[in-house]
């Protein structure tokens, strides 16, 4: 993680990611509608990362997402 604050300890933490098999249990929704919902841009919120063919979402996207969607 970078650290843009001069004079300041660097941080350690990492961004806890998480399968798309992990978020689609956390949704309560199928792997595969989680996979069509990325190729149709669906939720442009929920953002992934790609590392060539692996996909990670960061947690705290997914709690982002979770939030906006509350009502």
Do not use: H
Not at 3 to 29: C, F, H, M, W, Y
């Amino acid at each position: 993680m970078l650290n843009l604050v001069p004079n300041s300890p660097p941080t350690t933490r990492k961004p806890t990611l998480l399968s798309p098999a992990e978020v689609a249990q956390l949704l309560g929704i199928n792997a595969d509608t989680l996979s069509v919902w990325r190729c149709t841009k669906r939720y442009p919120t929920l953002k992934y990362i790609k590392v060539g063919r692996s996909v990670r979402y960061r947690q705290e996207d997914v709690e982002a997402f979770l939030a906006e969607r509350t009502i």
